[in-house]
């Protein structure tokens, strides 16, 4: 036996020690890598019926990817404009979603943690029910306000801004009205996080020296607050891209989300491994570019989750 | 006192990677006896506690406790009992609980619990605290919690790595009194680690002092402060002034060592290095502030220094006088108060005298660090 | 001093339209719930009614949903809460080198997509299965065990990230201390280390509940044949909605909210007796709190009982209150505004066919009725919703038509014509 398993099983005793290092193998080995690893494996696959697999037919194929890039084969169009255009769409709303719910949850994240008194638990708490209610609700309750006679046109078209009522839906307005919606706690709390830790006195300072308010957030409060600022975008950004709930509910009819061409592909067509070459487009192309916002800031991957 | 378990350690080396925590250490620890082990921060006397109270396996040697090889025991079969540095009482439970938690793994009920709690709590002064949480309690408190916590565990041995350390010095003095108490009362081994010397003074039946995992010398108190083996132990334990130089003859039990600055000195060589220092050795001489008095200026001869004083302070109970010393390190005499009247020297030479008995000299080698 | 006061407005303002745009969604479908159209809406009011709540109570797949999800719920709280322990260990005395490697690992989950942890969970269990030669009715295919298993993958992260803020400040030397003093590991494990857990444990079980009760992504992809409340839910939501939903939602919200202040309350009591106890035995410690002093400190207190007593008021109310003659007395007066649209269409094609008639009466007069309003569609006629449904004014009347000329789906997601169906 190695000697730190040896002193890991000394610290931690036999049983507990094993109970343990199951419990963590079966977790990072058996749900995290070796399913990824899987989902990568099957997407060079053919797409077969059960008693073909593992047959002569099962070989290794990029054909999965070639059908996001150039569609079916013998197909009109020189590339799958559809698929590629609802990935690119996919992509640059969520960066859109990430970016909007900064703009809104950084002064309030700086409010909050910067700001003593009874009302700010008061605030948090308001701030969390929303997250404890089901996420098909919250994308309901959008739907409900945003729909054809719903609040928000009752009372443009009441008050005469528009005489008829405004599509929001098939607009996508209430797509992203929902998507910034459901994440917006996990980018103020990661930025809440870090400000709340930011001495006071920084900021009187900086104020003392005569700066100006926007001058102190730009060199004080955000050089502070980056670790949060990234961990937040990461995950919203990340969440976004991979929303699937929100697109379903809130999205127009024409226009789709590529989780949703990853679910048809699972659920319509059967396709599975259709479906994880393009699962597997979806994860490495959103961790390329986290990873890459990651080394122009200058952020570590230990700051996620702070 | 010949009644309690000794402990021994055989060539005991413990290693972290390429790091010695622990060289070859030879320790043989009597029964009943207050042993202390000290030494700077990182000189490997926790090191050595952990590998008796068993939370860490030696890489070479062994712990014998009661005679029996502890090889392969684990801490929680082990007859020591361990308080730790910062206590480590369990914040969620009362203080009677704490107390008694070692009787709980035995299996033994609530009543007897409470009985054993109140006895042990009794002991420590602290009746009818049982109740409290320990983050109720004060330090010294906590203090007494902790010891009576380890004694009701009933062990043979008793490990203390610094517990007075966070406490105040008031307290510090009082706890050491106390302890020495418990000590001699219930009559088990105590294994005590300490950086402070005064700890390990007035407490101890022998001392073993560190340095860099080394066990420099093992002797009782007294030795240790008058007779030390090493620069490092001569230095470390109390106030000491060294004069750096060469042997150039060995009389007997004593040698004239030609130091740097003060001449030709006389000094006793230490009783560990009698027979082993020839003339031509690097030596060091030390002789307390205590042990220096004053001379006719100018006085010549081989128990006598003449040097500049620095500065002059009152301490109360004596009037400490800074001179140039060996090494850029200030020479310090302290003159006892009787009422006397004292000048002002500053800036001039002074002669002070010294018993050659009182002055030791050993090998050159490491002080310890201020 | 004054732009001080603008910035402290500016600041309220802010404040109110954040959480308007975060609380306000809740509200309105909150209201929906207890409005009468079948189309959840709140404006306009017609009548309160409680039939929605029934409506809910008597949907099957509603309620076997509810279950399913308690069962996954259970499941996934157990097992990751478990793992995420486990894994906050693993990170405090994992080799320093191996540091870095482990926490990206257990970290990703929560920034893997949903979907795509969704879909690695079925192929790896489906092979497995097929490795194994077990049939596709396995308890490795059965759809608890991999939404469970998927779940997990994740909320164990969340779960791990909670334990591990806790465990931060706990001192292994406790643990240490109970070996030292003869414990086991387990009963170290179990005396110390779990007590001290405790708070975070809890706090990482309902995390856990709360984020598998509401999880889509993952469980679409896994639920085979035990759809969870959520997976109903969705379906209904796509397939047409109704406010029995919002009744469904308006409970949630309920529950939540009294849940967060009973929380809130607990802990307010808990710092009150600590505060108490530091100068204080316990002996005088029972004299001390007094139930007007807890309710008179503690504004959460309060909030509870207020929202108690709403909420025995509005079930009190809902025995007795019968919204059927308000419903009645709505139709009649919608019976009555349609019959008199009606007449005014009649009206006017009778005086727009008559003046035509006169302009081209004299070409022979081959067409004769063809209503210059309608739309191009043969549909648009039939389903323009003033000729059944008026509260609308004119002006839906375009919207709705426009949108049911572009695709199929437009029928679907529009809510007017689910709207007629229903009435």
Redesign the interface.
């Known amino acids: 036996m190695p000697s730190f398993l040896k002193e890991f099983f000394n610290r931690n005793g036999t049983l507990m020690g094993s109970l343990m290092l199951g419990l963590v193998l079966f977790w990072t080995v058996g749900l995290i890598i070796l399913p990824q690893l899987s989902m990568l494996d099957f997407s060079f696959r053919p797409n077969l019926p059960p008693p073909e697999i593992g047959g002569p037919k099962d070989i290794y194929t990029l054909e999965n990817y070639k059908y996001l890039i150039y569609g079916p084969e013998g197909g009109s169009q020189d590339y799958n404009a559809v698929d590629l255009k609802v990935f690119f769409r996919t992509l640059v709303a969520a960066v859109c979603v990430t970016l909007f719910n900064l703009i809104l949850c950084y002064p309030i994240a700086y409010y909050l943690g910067q700001t003593k008194g009874n009302h700010i638990r008061v605030f948090a708490l308001m701030l969390i029910i929303p997250y404890w209610i089901n996420e098909i609700l919250r994308a309901f309750a959008l739907r409900i306000i945003f729909g054809e006679s719903g609040v928000i046109n009752t009372l443009l078209v009441g008050s005469g801004i528009f005489d008829t009522p405004f599509d929001f839906i098939r607009n996508d307005i209430a797509l992203y009205a929902g998507l910034g919606y459901a994440y917006i706690l996990l980018m103020i709390f990661p930025i809440y996080n870090v400000i709340e830790s930011l001495d006071h006195n920084q900021i009187e300072a900086a104020r003392d020296l005569g700066a100006p308010w926007w001058r102190i957030h730009k060199r004080v409060v955000i050089p502070y607050a980056k670790p949060g600022i990234s961990s937040g975008c990461t995950m919203v950004f990340m969440l976004s891209a991979g929303a699937l709930a929100a697109p379903q509910i809130l999205g127009g009819p024409s226009s789709l989300w590529f989780t949703q061409l990853i679910y048809q592909q699972f659920n319509d067509n059967s396709d599975w491994p259709q479906g994880a070459a393009y699962a597997i487009v979806l994860l490495v192309t959103c961790i390329l570019l986290v990873l890459a916002l990651m080394r122009v800031f200058k952020v570590n991957m230990g700051d996620i989750g702070k | 006192m010949s009644a309690g378990v000794g402990v021994d350690l055989e060539n005991l080396w413990i290693r972290f990677g390429d790091f010695v925590a622990v060289r070859d250490a030879n320790v043989h620890i009597k029964g009943g006896d207050f042993f202390s082990f000290l030494g700077p921060s990182g000189c490997g006397k926790t090191t050595i506690l952990r590998a008796v109270?068993?939370?860490l396996?030696p890489s070479e040697g062994n712990v014998l406790i009661g005679g029996n090889n502890m090889k392969g025991i684990?801490?929680?079969?082990r007859p020591?009992?361990?308080i730790?540095?910062?206590l480590?009482?369990?914040?969620?439970m009362k203080v009677w609980e704490n107390i008694t938690?070692?009787m709980?793994?035995?299996g033994a009920s609530a009543k007897e619990r409470r009985k054993r709690a109140d006895e042990l709590l009794d002991m420590i002064a602290l009746p009818g605290q049982g109740?409290?949480?320990p983050s109720?309690l004060s330090g010294g408190q906590r203090q007494r919690v902790a010891i009576a916590?380890?004694l009701c565990?009933e062990p043979d041995v008793l490990l203390l790595d610094e517990p007075l350390s966070a406490l105040d010095l008031k307290l510090r003095q009082h706890m050491r009194t106390e302890l020495r108490e418990i000590q001699k009362r219930v009559g088990i081994t105590f294994i005590y680690i300490t950086h402070d010397q005064g700890e390990a003074l007035t407490m101890s039946d022998d001392i073993a002092v560190m340095r860099a995992g080394v066990i420099d010398q093992i002797a009782d108190g007294k030795t240790i402060y008058n007779d030390p083996a090493t620069a490092f132990a001569a230095s470390f334990v109390g106030e000491n002034n060294v004069f750096r130089g060469k042997v150039l003859e060995v009389k007997g039990d004593q040698a004239l060592i030609r130091t740097n600055r003060s001449g030709d000195l006389l000094s006793r060589i230490s009783t560990a290095n009698q027979g082993t220092m020839k003339a031509g050795d690097e030596a060091m001489m030390f002789i307390r502030p205590e042990a220096l008095s004053l001379a006719p200026t100018g006085t010549q001869g081989d128990h006598f220094v003449t040097a500049k004083v620095n500065h002059e302070e009152f301490e109360g109970n004596s009037f400490n006088i800074f001179m140039e010393g060996d090494g850029g390190k200030e020479l310090k005499v302290a003159i006892p108060n009787h009422g006397q009247s004292f000048d002002d020297h500053s800036g001039q030479d002074m002669t002070l005298e010294y018993d050659v008995n009182n002055a030791v000299a050993v090998p050159a080698g490491e002080l310890a660090a201020e | 001093m004054t732009s001080d006061k603008i910035i402290r407005v500016s600041i309220w303002v802010y404040l109110g339209i954040f959480f308007a745009y975060l609380l306000g969604p809740l509200v309105i479908m909150s209201i929906t719930a207890f409005n009468s159209p079948s189309f959840p809406r709140a404006t306009p009011w017609e009548c309160l009614t409680f039939e929605w709540f029934g409506a809910l109570f008597q949907d099957e797949r509603i309620l076997n949903g509810i279950k399913n999800s308690i069962l996954v719920g259970m499941g996934t709280v157990v097992l990751s809460v478990a793992m995420g322990l486990a894994g906050a260990l693993m990170l405090t005395q994992i080799w320093p080198k191996l540091r870095a490697t482990y926490y990206t690992i257990i970290i990703a989950p929560i920034l893997i997509p949903g979907v795509v942890i969704g879909i690695s969970t079925l192929v790896f269990w489906d092979r497995i299965n097929r490795m194994l030669g077990l049939g596709a009715d396995s308890f490795l295919s059965n759809g608890l065990f991999l939404t469970i298993i998927g779940q997990s993958t994740f909320i164990a992260s969340y779960c791990m990230l909670v334990l591990v803020a806790r465990l931060q400040r706990y001192d292994m030397a406790l643990t240490e201390a109970a070996l030292d003093l003869g414990a086991t590991h387990a009963q170290a494990f179990r005396k110390v280390l779990m007590p001290f857990m405790m708070p975070a444990i809890l706090s990482a079980a309902v995390l856990a509940f709360l984020a598998s009760f509401e999880n889509y992504n993952t469980t679409t992809f896994t639920f085979g044949e035990y759809p969870t409340l959520t997976i109903e839910l969705a379906q209904k939501v796509r397939y047409g909605i109704t406010p029995a939903i919002s009744a469904l939602a308006f409970m949630i919200v309920a529950l939540t909210v009294f849940f967060a202040l009973v929380n809130e309350a607990n802990i307010k009591r808990k710092a009150m007796i600590a505060d108490a106890r530091k100068d204080a035995t316990v002996g005088e410690l029972a004299g001390k709190i007094e139930v007007p002093g807890l309710i008179s400190r503690n504004p959460a207190a309060i909030a509870l009982i207020v929202l108690l007593i709403g909420t025995v008021t509005v079930i009190g109310s809902a025995m007795t209150y019968s919204p059927d003659q308000c419903i009645a007395n709505v139709q009649e007066q919608k019976r009555l505004e349609t019959e008199k649209r009606i007449q005014e269409l009649r009206d006017r094609r009778a005086k727009e066919s008559a003046e035509k008639a006169a302009a081209e009466g004299a070409e022979g007069g081959a067409t004769q009725t063809a209503p210059k309003p309608s739309n191009n569609s043969g549909f648009g006629g039939v389903f323009a919703p003033n000729t059944l449904q008026n509260e609308e004014d004119g002006a839906a009347d375009e919207g709705v038509a426009g949108s049911s000329n572009n695709s199929g789906f437009g029928n679907v997601f529009d809510p007017n014509s689910i709207g007629n169906d229903s009435n």
């Open positions: 109270s068993g939370f396996e684990g801490p929680n079969k020591t009992a361990l730790f540095q910062n480590a009482l369990f914040p969620l938690f070692s709980e793994i035995a109740d409290k949480l109720e916590r380890a565990a």
